[in-house]
T-cell receptor, first 117, second 110 residues
Framework: DGGITQSPKYLFRKEGQNVTLSCEQNLNHDAMYWYRQDPGQGLRLIYYSQIVNDFQKGDIAEGYSVSREKKESFPLTVTSAQKNPTAFYLC????????????????FGPGTRLTVL | GIQVEQSPPDLILQEGANSTLRCNFSDSVNNLQWFHQNPWGQLINLFYIPSGTKQNGRLSATTVATERYSLLYISSSQTTDSGVYFCAVDPTSGTYKYIFGTGTRLKVLA
């Protein structure tokens, strides 16, 4: 059963702690993405990766870090430098993206709700 | 950068009513998707529709790329249609970065 999994579903963090959110896909997609959603708002791009061992900053990368060591996995670390980390975090993937290719339909995981205590 | 505007921001319907949601974008795009976010936060793919018209059951969508807008039609609405509908576009700049609109919040009353 192909899809995108995120864990944990809920995460509580004390101020000053780093936490890592997991995202795994078995769709054989090249590209993966992390978005943040605040209550009542749309999605904002944090980081994205178009290929293993490569990633780019999105619009709100400050206070976050990522790695892409395997095609299937794209973990997101929320560091203590992120001032307002309480939010809903969504991971997505798309088949992407040879240079010049256009088709780029995204599929999303179920999300992780992070709360800072 | 590209701007994506959705209207209306909020919509309340009686069960069985029809509705049209609109997405305007300020520049040309390679990809356009419509999503439904359910009450648990899951984003469900409705349509991948950079141009043309598609239908899936009670839902259909039309994108007129030359005029930079897309419409999502919901017919005979049901309470399970409630949630937030997002339009997302991937500009032709080749960055493969989707930009999301702020969404239309739909509530269908029984």
């Amino acid at each position: 059963d192909g899809g995108i999994t995120q864990s944990p579903k809920y995460l509580f963090r004390k101020e000053g702690q780093n936490v890592t959110l997991s995202c795994e896909q078995n769709l054989n997609h090249d590209a993966m993405y992390w978005y943040r959603q605040d209550p009542g708002q749309g999605l904002r791009l944090i980081y994205y990766s178009q290929i293993v061992n490569d990633f780019q900053k999105g619009d709100i990368a400050e206070g976050y870090s990522v790695s892409r060591e395997k095609k299937e996995s794209f973990p997101l670390t929320v560091t203590s430098a992120q001032k307002n980390p309480t939010a809903f975090y969504l991971c997505a993937s798309s088949i992407r993206a040879d240079k010049g290719a256009i088709y780029n339909e995204q599929f999303f995981g179920p999300g992780t709700r992070l709360t800072v205590l | 950068g590209i701007q994506v505007e959705q209207s209306p921001p909020d919509l309340i319907l009686q069960e069985g009513a029809n509705s049209t949601l609109r997405c305007n974008f300020s520049d040309s795009v390679n990809n356009l998707q419509w999503f439904h976010q359910n009450p648990w936060g899951q984003l469900i793919n409705l349509f991948y529709i950079p141009s043309g018209t598609k239908q899936n059951g009670r839902l259909s969508a039309t994108t007129v790329a030359t005029e930079r807008y897309s419409l999502l039609y919901i017919s005979s609405s049901q309470t399970t249609d409630s949630g937030v509908y997002f339009c997302a576009v991937d500009p032709t700049s080749g960055t493969y970065k989707y930009i999301f609109g702020t969404g239309t919040r739909l509530k269908v009353l029984a």
